[in-house]
């Protein structure tokens, strides 16, 4: 381990410092600018709402405010959006967790009749546009009876073949040693043992990576929530409030600032917190 | 030990193995018998690829002769089973437990649970030294140690038939030395029905009562030695004449096995 560390610190490239100096700085640059309307946003959100266009220019605001944040929970349904929210994003992510951890397994470790035929058609899966399903799960869901819930929202969201993870699964345990799987054997485990005994404590980086990005994506999923939440708005997810949130005639510009927010922040804050380990699930998938 | 009566716990019958590769059909075992009795330790010798880890498998259970069968203890060897234990030359640890954890992840497919588990853990690490090492996850040891580890786990397992498929291939000379005198110790003690495989012929006349020596692939049965060297056994038996002989007599087959494959 230390042997590698040197050598990566080694190779490394130093730059002289002036070089070094120029090149930090364009990427500082690069950075604030993709960074401000983020951080302008969420210091928006505390600002008073009559002082919102007398300021907008200045970042930061005379008088600091929560108020914002109580009118958009209590008022505008946040509170209701949040818990959809988690609820649809804990639930997704554990099917879809399960559901790519098992496949992958199969595609990665056993040789069977069509198995190469499966994998192309769920890599073929990856060219058709997510647009052009939108209408066949509607249809779906709307013929099970779950429209407007978030039951509804779970199985839509969870449902695709997400091929990536899949990919990363079944890539994994390709490599993992046999040995680690007959030594399980020996110690007289059966299939589904050495499955969760085993194989998903290994695995335990890329389901990391996994939980990662299924929480960002179904965190973030507009469009599909949007239509399945037409008729209810009590199902909907933060993303789909917010986008209601704007009125027809008034917009309450630092409140959907407020509700920015609350829907930006905990998905960073979970990013944050796992990054270390994502790119850990990353690098291993790849190098195997 | 000629003379005693014996059970015969392993029995290999006319077994065949034949892999379908991409480049037709690979014969890695012809018509090899074999009976294995309690206590004894045999050491299997022959150039690589000729079919010594296959035999092994298919003993484990983890394979399956093409044609011949398998027998333990008079039942028909279809797959695993809780009385053949192995001990791999990668160790297969699992990383994310603890060297402890390990040993009791053997006894809890066992049955032993809890409190149990770990004590019982605890006294197989110390057979192997390693109590010390307990808590320590595999990636911090060293290779002599995680295969000490191996070794301690496949012996809380408590099989009757270890199988070992060159266990210390992957050591160093001075660690690869000291674990089989540990080997030899236990094996002294409690007289364990052994199977260890080794490319190494010094290795093989040191541990075995009878070492067998294979063919180029196919592999067959070439001669069977039966290494009449009394135990106890050390480090300093491989400075006996009769050690000298046998291991010429063995070295030269091998070697002769090895020109073999290389034409």
């Not at chain 2, 409190?115 to 853990?121: G, S, Y």
């Not at chain 2, 140690?145 to 009757?160: D, G, L, S, T």
């Amino acid at each position: 381990m230390e042997m590698t560390k040197q050598t990566a610190a080694a190779k490394r490239v130093r730059l002289p410092r002036p070089g070094r100096i120029v090149i930090n700085a364009v990427l500082i640059l690069c950075s604030l600018i993709w960074i401000y309307p983020i951080v302008w946003t969420i210091i928006s959100s505390f600002k008073p709402q009559a002082d919102f266009f007398k300021e907008q220019l200045t970042l930061f605001p005379a008088t600091w405010t929560l108020d914002n944040y109580s009118r958009v929970w209590s008022k505008a349904n946040f509170a209701v959006y949040f818990f959809n929210s988690v609820i649809v994003t804990v639930f997704s992510v554990l099917l879809v967790l399960i559901m790519t951890n098992m496949a992958g397994y199969v595609l990665g470790r056993y040789k069977f009749v069509g198995r190469s035929a499966l994998m192309a058609i769920f890599l073929s899966s990856i060219c058709i546009p997510l647009v052009s399903t939108l209408i066949p799960v509607y249809q779906i869901v709307k013929g099970m009876g779950l429209l407007g819930t978030r039951l509804g929202l779970i199985l839509s969201g969870a449902g695709g073949a997400h091929v990536v993870f899949l990919l990363l699964f079944s890539s994994y345990y390709s490599t993992v040693p046999n040995e680690l799987e007959e030594a399980a054997k020996i110690d007289g485990c059966g299939f589904l043992r050495t499955f969760v005994k085993v194989m998903m404590p290994l695995s335990s980086p890329i389901s990391t990576t996994v939980i990662i990005m299924e929480s960002l994506w179904t965190w973030n999923a507009f469009q599909l929530p949007l239509i399945l939440t037409l008729n209810n708005p009590t199902a909907r997810t933060l993303a789909v409030g917010l986008y209601a949130f704007k009125g027809e005639n008034t917009v309450d510009w630092t409140g959907i600032c407020a509700g920015g927010a609350i829907a930006m922040v905990p998905i960073i804050v979970v990013f944050i917190a796992f990054q270390k380990f994502f790119i850990n699930g990353m690098a291993g998938a790849v190098k195997g | 030990m000629a003379g005693e009566a014996r059970n015969l716990k392993v029995r290999i019958d006319h077994v065949s193995k034949v892999y379908e590769t991409r480049n037709g059909p690979t014969e890695a075992l012809r018509d090899v018998s074999l009976d294995i009795c309690e206590n004894e330790f045999i050491c299997v010798v022959g150039p690589s690829g000729c079919g010594k880890s296959t035999l092994l498998n298919i003993i484990a259970g983890l394979q399956m002769p093409t044609s011949g069968k398998a027998y333990c203890n008079d039942h028909e060897i279809t797959g695993t089973g809780t009385e053949r234990g192995v001990v791999f030359q990668q160790y297969a640890l699992f990383p994310w437990l603890t060297v402890k954890k390990n040993v009791m992840f053997a006894l809890n497919m066992r049955g032993v649970k809890g409190a149990a588990a770990e004590t019982e853990a605890l006294e197989y690490l110390k057979k192997v030294d390693l109590e010390k090492f307990a808590n320590h996850y595999p990636k911090e040891l060293s290779g002599g140690m995680k295969q000490r580890v191996a070794i301690a786990r496949a012996y809380a397992a408590n099989p009757e038939v270890l199988l070992m498929d060159e266990p210390f291939g992957a050591l160093d000379a001075q660690t690869r030395t000291q674990l089989q005198s540990e080997l030899l110790e236990t094996w002294e003690k409690d007289m364990k029905t052994c199977f260890f495989i080794t490319h190494d012929v010094d290795e093989a006349i040191l541990l075995a009562q009878k070492v067998i020596i294979m063919s180029a692939r196919p592999g067959r049965i070439k001669e069977i030695v039966d290494i009449d060297i009394p135990y106890p056994r050390n480090q300093e038996t491989k400075l006996l004449p009769r050690f000298m002989e046998l291991r010429n007599h063995i070295w030269e087959q091998v070697y002769k096995e090895y020109l073999e494959v290389r034409k």
